[in-house]
Antibody, heavy 120, light 108 residues
Framework: VYLVESGGGVVQPGKSLRLSCAASGFTFSSYSLNWVRQAPGRGLEWLALISFDGSDEFYADSVKGRFTISRDNSKNTLFLQLNSLRIEDTAVYYC??????????????WGHGTVVTVSS | DIQMTQSPSSLSASVGDRVTITCQASQDIKNYLNWYQQKPGKAPRLLIYDASNLESGVPSRFSGSGSGTHFTFTITSLQPEDFATYYCQQYDVLPPYTFGQGTKLDIK
């Protein structure tokens, strides 16, 4: 069971970036998925959730209206579109699988993270 | 939104010690509370879900308890590999989900 993020990098304030999370080893289309970030030296911050079929999305207030979560179940891939980036969006971004039947609401599989640096 | 207050923020202990971390929710979250371990440069790892259930493969020296607004996480007989940062996380009925601020556990 794997989640592998990609797409991070250095970007100027106000610009956009698209993160991807490729999944393998499980039935991707059965699971809700999340994005969680961690700013340097800080704690974990939940950002967004998308339901197993993509019909529902939820966001933290800090990113609502700027970030968009989506998924392509035919390609076993999760995305996070980051728009209007700010210095304070600098962080490691993790994708995380949410449990089903057991550990619902818990993040039982995590990717290794991808680093986003917002700097002029 | 539900706020999680985790304490202490840091803790020093020795191998073999018993340590306890607490998490307080700003409103009743029943048992919708999970605990994670994170080591430097690594992704978090789920240890306990639904307040008291041990995730598969997690050693039995880790345990959790509580319901409503007050939760505790305990490690009995600390091992060298347990020195890490620990987070609680609530998930209530719908998002937003929130994490506690974290507890850094280091060697005394």
């Amino acid at each position: 069971v794997y989640l592998v993020e990609s797409g991070g990098g250095v970007v100027q304030p106000g610009k956009s970036l698209r993160l991807s999370c490729a999944a393998s080893g499980f039935t991707f289309s059965s699971y809700s998925l999340n994005w969680v970030r961690q700013a340097p030296g800080r704690g974990l911050e939940w950002l967004a959730l998308i339901s197993f079929d993509g019909s529902d999305e939820f966001y933290a207030d800090s990113v609502k209206g700027r970030f968009t979560i989506s998924r392509d179940n035919s390609k076993n891939t999760l995305f996070l579109q980051l728009n209007s980036l700010r210095i304070e969006d600098t962080a490691v971004y993790y994708c995380a699988r949410e449990g089903i039947t057991v550990a619902v609401g818990a993040f039982d599989v995590w990717g290794h993270g991808t680093v986003v640096t917002v700097s002029s | 939104d539900i706020q999680m207050t985790q304490s202490p923020s840091s803790l020093s202990a020795s191998v073999g010690d018993r340590v306890t971390i607490t998490c307080q929710a700003s409103q009743d979250i029943k048992n919708y509370l999970n605990w994670y371990q994170q080591k430097p440069g690594k992704a978090p790892r789920l240890l306990i879900y639904d307040a008291s259930n041990l995730e598969s493969g997690v050693p039995s020296r880790f345990s959790g308890s509580g319901s409503g607004t007050h939760f505790t996480f305990t490690i009995t007989s600390l091992q060298p590999e347990d020195f890490a940062t620990y987070y609680c996380q609530q998930y209530d009925v719908l998002p937003p989900y929130t994490f506690g601020q974290g507890t850094k556990l280091d060697i005394k």
